[in-house]
């Protein structure tokens, strides 16, 4: 069945540097979306993506899908105390009901 | 926050023993879904519904049943609680009762524990 894997699995930064989230999947995906969890919260949705080679922005989250619409990646940049948590990613395939949810990658930033 | 809650938000039973978590939302939405959630594993979908009466098997469904007799509340069963079934539970809803919508919102969790 369909796979979706995120990389890296943690991630610890100093305030002020980026961090990038890849996430791929085993299927050609339909779309695909983004997820942030912050410690002992539920996941709340960040974005949507469809279209092969989309870039969207949101203040300093970039989020972008593959043109072969396989992987996508989140970037966050100068990266704030704000942004700990865990991002998920979710996929869906041209054949599924329902979206797969990558492991996720959990971010600390140290002030 | 969309208008969805849990219920308990925690529990802690003995292995054997029956448990039922409740999801209850007031939008409306079409689409509800059970996961669960472990270290290591993300999101894994259990059970899911797309109407009342309406439901279906996620990819670990095995040991859980899940019933909706209305669009606001669908419930999910541990028939006999497994420790392996310790985890913590996200119920989420999506779409309208008219049409799909993509987006997921979820509720705030119940943590089981089962001893």
């Known amino acids: 069945g369909q796979q979706v894997m995120q990389i890296p699995q943690y991630q610890h930064v100093q305030e002020g540097e980026d961090f990038t989230t890849y996430c791929n999947s085993s299927?050609?995906?339909?779309?695909i979306q983004w997820y942030k969890q912050r410690p002992g919260g539920h996941p709340v949705f960040l974005i949507q993506?469809?279209?092969?080679?989309e870039v969207k922005k949101q203040k300093r989250l970039t989020f972008q899908f593959g043109e072969a619409k396989k992987n996508s990646s989140l970037h966050i940049t100068a990266t704030q105390t704000t942004d700990v948590g865990t991002y998920f990613c979710?996929?869906?395939?041209?054949?599924?009901?329902?979206?797969?949810f990558g492991p996720g990658t959990r971010l600390s930033v140290l002030p | 926050d969309a208008g969805i809650t849990q219920s308990p938000r925690h529990k802690v039973t003995e292995t054997g023993t029956p448990v039922t978590l409740r999801c209850h939302q007031t939008?409306?939405?079409?689409?509800m879904y059970w996961y669960r959630q472990d270290p290591g594993h993300g999101l894994r979908l259990i059970h899911y519904?797309?109407?009342?009466?309406?439901?279906d098997k996620g990819e670990v469904s095995d040991g859980y049943s899940v019933s909706r007799s209305k669009t606001e509340d669908f419930l999910l069963t541990l028939e006999s609680a497994t420790s392996s079934q310790t985890s913590v539970y996200f119920c989420?809803?999506?779409?309208?009762?008219?049409?799909?919508?993509?987006?997921?919102?979820f509720g705030p969790g119940t943590r089981l524990t089962v001893l």
């Open positions: 989420a809803i999506s779409g309208t009762l008219s049409g799909g919508a993509d987006t997921q919102y």
């Open positions: 299927t050609t995906l339909s779309n």
């Open positions: 993506l469809v279209k092969s080679g």
């Open positions: 979710a996929g869906r395939d041209n054949y599924g009901q329902n979206f797969v």
């Open positions: 939008e409306n939405h079409r689409y």
């Open positions: 519904s797309y109407g009342v009466k309406d439901t």
